[in-house]
């Protein structure tokens, strides 16, 4: 069974429409992160969470917005998508510690913004 | 599949043969710092880690070596196999508190 699991896998979609992809996770992370890839592009992050009541912006948060509807759950959403929001989208968890931990990524949503 | 391999270097090897992937950091006082395998379609799967008290780690099959006089890191991997051909990035946690930031990556090619 996935640890993270993404929903949907695949959106179609046109430019104006609101949008949500959703993050669930059986890990008991408190940490939960929201990230875009583009081909040739590294991961840029979106929105981080470090527990239900803490929200972030990562890199990139014009134009996304999240809620953290419990430690399982994260979810992004598009408000108004535009076509260069077309990517893929990933979520990711990790622990909490003083240092670095390794984040555990979800199969991903493949958006297209027509 | 997806295209998360355009315009990314790319690196052949032979089948059986070891890879020797190569990344270089931005910031010194990073801590930590993770390689990651991204076959397509999938999501990133982690693979090695290694902490800045370290300069060198084995997994199964594959050694991180950290070196951190040049800010750089590398993944090697012993007896390349056609199930390793994927794109390979490194990660590194850039602000101290494992917001990480990801280099662009490499593609692996196994020929059999």
């Known amino acids: 069974d996935a640890d993270v699991t993404q929903t949907p896998r695949n959106r179609i979609t046109k430019t104006g429409k609101r949008i949500m992809l959703e993050c669930s996770q059986t890990?008991?992370?408190?940490?939960m992160y929201w990230y875009r890839q583009d081909p040739g592009l590294g991961l840029r992050l979106i929105y981080y969470s470090f527990d239900v009541k803490d929200i972030n912006k990562g890199e990139i948060s014009d134009g996304y917005s999240v809620s953290r509807q419990a430690q399982a759950k994260f979810s992004l959403s598009l408000e108004s998508a535009i076509p260069n929001q077309t990517a893929l989208y990933f979520c990711?968890?990790?622990?909490?510690?003083?240092?670095?931990?390794?984040?555990?990524f979800g199969p991903g949503t493949r958006l297209l913004v027509l | 599949g997806e295209s998360v391999g355009l315009h990314l270097p790319t690196l052949s090897v032979q089948e059986g043969d070891n890879s020797i992937i190569n990344c270089a950091y931005s910031n010194s006082a990073s801590d930590y710092f993770i390689w990651y395998k991204q076959e397509s379609g999938k999501g990133p799967q982690f693979i090695i880690d290694?902490?800045?008290?370290?300069d060198k780690r084995q997994g199964q099959r594959v050694t991180v070596l950290l070196n951190k006089t040049v800010k750089h890191l590398s993944l090697q991997i012993a007896a390349t196999q056609p199930g390793d051909s994927a794109v390979y990035f490194c990660a590194e946690n850039l602000y101290g508190n494992n917001r990480l930031a990801f280099g662009k990556g490499n593609q692996v090619v196994v020929i059999p």
């Open positions: 990711a968890t990790s622990a909490t510690s003083g240092g670095g931990e390794t984040q555990y």
């Open positions: 290694i902490r800045s008290n370290m």
């Open positions: 890990k008991g992370h408190d940490r």
